[in-house]
């Protein structure tokens, strides 16, 4: 393998000599070009200076007006040689130079001369260069040409034309576009290349005429298609039009599918990868419409071909996510390929197989990729600890031995990144999986003994501070955080100390044994380290064993309710202009910019490739949390049950964006509207939103929270508070208008005026359903969970659904109604099947633990019929599961 | 949307990254350092590999076929939805094209001595990101059809060139 490196070494030197540009200067071989004003051209010596310059543009290296006009004006001369290879070389260097619109006139007659030559190779070329550097008026000069040469014989000459038509039409559509009789006759060229780029330009052309397209797509299916690359070409169109035409699956066959499986057969790979792409990207396929998609991409899985192999599992790996029982054929396949050279494919194998892979074939499959891990570069491993993060989250049953997997690979080399990967996707197994907690967190206990990352230490032991406590044996942290403080740096040192304090603080019996390691700390040589354990040892009582005072737990480890951006922008101007003041911890703003518009304000951003669940909603429900409860109207509200995610109430690019964030509690919601003024010649003042509640009778208005200023693009939120019977999923409709004072804005100055107008703005309605009043909380162990709860509280019921789309729809619309969170994976359906049972759980309202088991069955007829049973503490809750069912 | 299969760049290094010759069709590198950046990355990826036959891999978002011979490294990118065989076909058209106009010797000092050759090459594949011509034969005879002048016996050559030619020898002998 590395033969021919080891060559490379051997004689470097050598070879550093033979280069013919070893030490080339721009300023040489500008000298140089003068060659090009001889009386007696030398086309040889020509040609290399050309080259020379050629090759310091390709370096990188630029000229300067003056110089590129120079040399253009030089290399016109050149047009007087008949050389032919020195001719193209001229096109090449002026197609380089990119002349400007008074330059093209010196070589346009030239070109002109070269277009109508008698040799084909002039001919094509000089039709490049022309259309390359021409402007619109230039280009109505030379249309007659043009279309001549899209019919000209030589194949290269039509392709030369046509391809410059197809990047004319992006500058000059209206000029290429009357070439549609000539581009339409190429179509029918028997040269393959030439029908390839004709059907690209004629399609570029018609593009919005569906109509058109459609008769076009049909016509091609039934005559011939010459090359691979015009066939590929066609079955993209045919995709669209699959696409745009209304489709309708219980109608029967799908348009075109019967071409697209045809060309599954063609000779070309290029031409069957294609097709196969297609149809596993037709919208709703089915089962029947994939399998021989998916029968020749298992063929690829085993070619020699290294591309052929990655371009399959990609697709596969695709196909795995919405429909993961019809790639389950190929696993064979794909366990085969973890192995492979190219680590690429080995890793998309893998993290395919994750998708794919039932609960039985986990252990097998671990094992397969412990082997794998060590020899992978990090960038692979992050993707492959992603994977598994997700798998376990499906199969929670699995999560030892995944859990110990990850700290496994956690103890070997890594980097940075990946080690962040393996303790965030522990972390978050130790949030949603509660049977995890315990050996989730020695594993990262004993993963900071050893620890290079201070940043990683310090998030574990403030992860531990915050866990640890509420285990079953609290103690034998204290070891490992101890240790911390003897052997580690500052910053990890007063972490630890920081943990310390919250096992002290959270657990009254282990206060004078942490008492006794804090007073060590006082010692230490670093000062944070010793204020941080002199205020703990001086607020956390006397350390005898008592309970620690609910405001000192508050003060020392309650959440700041300020945004710790806002919080150090305050400070920042605060040092800057010195005052006798103390600084007022109340003047930093607490409002907090919303996810959502973050996100939508970074356009063309891509969504990340691998979601990180769990993590994301966590921080949203903390920070939505901490907003309201920093509103004094809505403290008494009591604790926040749950947020639904922003529904949006106006569409995109209008002049106010609006959503809406339903936030319930036990008697009261709030709707919290995120406002975005998109405007920048206005600002708006006193915002509200005017809420319609007449059609939600149980609801009724007790306050609202207006913003005093809403300015162009920075998002600003009003409330508006309801009050509602205590525990009862109440429902109903809501209409809202946005009402506010608009004053114009100077654009130059920014000042707005001081008088404004009032105005008002419709939104769009919503509604608070059912479904807001269920927590998605799933359960690790569902058999164990059902059993706890026992018969008493059940209530089984049957509902016909009536015809459906597939079992796959009706059971992900019962998930919805419901909003509860599926367990084990059973929220996909396999696509055969006939029946199905899904597992869900949920916290309803009141925080009553409901579990629900759905039993799904379909019949010829697309007939569903459901079985509902649902388990929860109170019976009266298992009958508002029903409830919902039966009027949803 | 422009549904034509296209190619994003095509490049040719030698062993230790630097460029030989390079093309690009889109605007996704606006500058030569991103150029640079660019390529210093694909190569420093794809480095390790043993890219005999034509390997692949992705890259910030694109798809990057490549294969390796000698010292010289032969890249094509797309982009990740494009058809990755697509791709595969272009770099080996490109390749064989190069290895024709080279006359087998496919190595970085060869290709730098004929640096006209696969510049023309370069340019008769891809004409602003769409394939112009796949074939290897087709694409080297359309470049060669001039050069067979340079490799022509002596005799067909005029006094001067051979000369020149003669000349070139001469100083590259005495350099050594």
Known sequence: MAQPLVKKDDDRDEEADYSPFLGIEKGAVLQEARVFHDPQLDARRCSQVITKLLYLLNQGETLTKIEATEVFFAVTKLFQSKDIGLRRMVYLMIKELSPSADEVIIVTSSLMKDMNSRTDLFRANAIRVLCRITDGTLLAQIERYLKQAIVDKNPVVASAALVSGIHLLQTNPEIVKRWSNEVQEAVQSRAALVQFHALALLHQIRQNDRLAVNKLVASLTKGTVRSPLAQCLLIRYISQVIKESSFNSQAGERPFYDYLEGCLRHKAEVVIFEAARAITE??????????????????????????????????????????????????????????????????????????????????????????????????????????????????????????????????????????????????????????????????????????????????????????????????????????????????????????????????????????????????????????????????????????????????????????????????????????????????????????????????????????????????????????????????????????????????????????????????????????????????????????????????????????????????????????????????????????????????????????????????????????????????????????????????????????????????????????????????????????????????????????????????????????????????????????????? | MDLCPSVKNILLLDSEGKRIAVKYYSDDWPTNSAKEAFEKAVFTKTQKTNARTEEIAMFESNIVVYKFVQDLHFYVTGGEDENEVFLATVLQGFFDAVDILLRGNVDKKEALENLDLILLCIDGIVDGGIVLEGDANSIASKVASHSIDSGAPFSEQTISQALATAREHLTRSLLK
């Open chain 1, 282 to 888: 037709l919208s709703n396929v089915t089962t029947r419409e994939l399998t021989p998609a998916i029968t020749v991409l298992q063929l690829f899985l085993s070619s020699s071909k290294p591309v052929l192999r990655f371009a399959a599992l990609r697709t596969l790996n695709k196909v795995a996510m919405t429909h993961p029982m019809a790639v389950t054929n190929c696993n064979i396949d794909m366990e085969s390929l973890i192995s492979d050279q190219n680590r690429s494919i080995a890793t998309l194998a893998i993290t395919t197989l994750l998708k794919t892979g039932n609960e039985s074939s986990v252990d097998r499959l671990m094992k397969q990729i412990t082997n794998f891990m060590s020899d992978i570069a990090d960038e692979f491993k992050i993707v492959v600890v992603e994977a598994i993060r997700s798998l376990c989250l499906k199969f929670p049953l699995k999560y030892r031995s995944l859990m110990n997997f990850l700290s496994n690979i956690l103890r070997e080399e890594g980097g940075f990144e990946y080690k962040k990967a393996i303790v965030d996707s522990i972390v978050i197994l130790i949030r949603d999986i509660p049977d995890a907690k315990e050996s989730g967190l020695l594993h990262l206990c004993e993963f900071i003994e050893d620890c290079e990352f201070t940043y990683l230490s310090t998030q574990i032991l403030h992860f531990l501070g915050n866990e640890g406590p509420k285990t079953s044996d609290p103690s034998k942290y204290i070891r490992y955080i101890y240790n911390r403080v003897i052997l580690e740096n500052a910053t990890v040192r007063a972490s630890a100390v920081s943990t310390l304090a919250k096992f002290g603080a959270m657990v009254d019996s282990l206060k004078p044994r942490i008492f006794v390691l804090l007073r060590r700390c006082v010692f230490d040589n670093d000062d944070e380290v010793r204020d941080r354990a002199t205020l703990y040892l001086n607020t956390l009582g006397d350390g005898s064993v008592a309970e620690t005072e609910k405001d000192v737990k508050e003060f020392l480890f309650g959440s700041l309710d300020i945004p710790l951006t806002n919080m150090e922008t305050s400070l920042k101007n605060y040092i800057q202009d010195p005052t006798e003041e103390p600084f007022d911890i109340n003047s930093v703003p607490k409002e907090v910019k919303s996810q959502s518009l973050a996100e939508k304000k970074a356009p063309g951003k891509k969504p990340a490739a691998s979601s990180t669940p769990a993590a994301a909603p966590t921080s949203a429900a903390d920070a939505y949390e901490r907003l309201l409860s920093s509103i004094p109207e809505f403290a008494s509200f009591g604790k926040l049950f749950k947020s639904s995610i922003p529904v949006e109430l106006t569409e995109a690019e209008t002049e106010y964006s609006v959503n809406v964030v339903k936030h319930i509690y036990d008697s009261h919601v709030v709707f919290q509207y995120n406002c975005t003024n998109t405007i920048p010649e206005q600002l708006l003042e006193n915002v509200t939103v005017i809420v319609d509640a007449s059609d939600a009778e149980e609801f009724s208005e007790v306050g609202t929270k207006p913003l005093r200023s809403l300015p162009y693009d920075t998002p600003g939120q009003t409330f508006v508070a309801f009050e509602k019977p205590e525990g009862v999923p109440a429902v109903g409709k809501f209409s809202n208008v946005l009402r506010f004072t608009v004053k114009e804005v100077d654009p130059t100055t920014g000042e707005a005026e001081d008088d404004g107008v009032e105005d008002e703005y419709q939104l769009e309605d919503f509604e608070v359903v059912a479904a807001d009043y269920i927590l998605k909380v799933g359960v690790s162990n569902f058999k164990n969970a059902w059993e706890s709860l026992g018969p008493d509280g059940e209530r089984i019921d049957e509902y016909g659904l009536g015809p459906r789309e597939s079992l796959a729809e009706a059971v992900s619309t019962v998930i919805n109604l419901l909003g509860m969170q599926p367990c084990e994976g059973t929220e996909v359906v396999p696509s055969n099947s006939r029946s199905h049972t899904c597992l869900l759980s949920g916290i309803y309202i009141g925080n009553v633990k409901v579990l629900v088991r759905l039993s799904f069955g379909i019949d010829g007829a697309k007939e569903v019929a459901m079985k509902l049973a649902v388990r929860s503490e109170n019976e009266n809750v298992s009958e508002a599961i029903h409830e919902i069912v039966a009027s949803g």
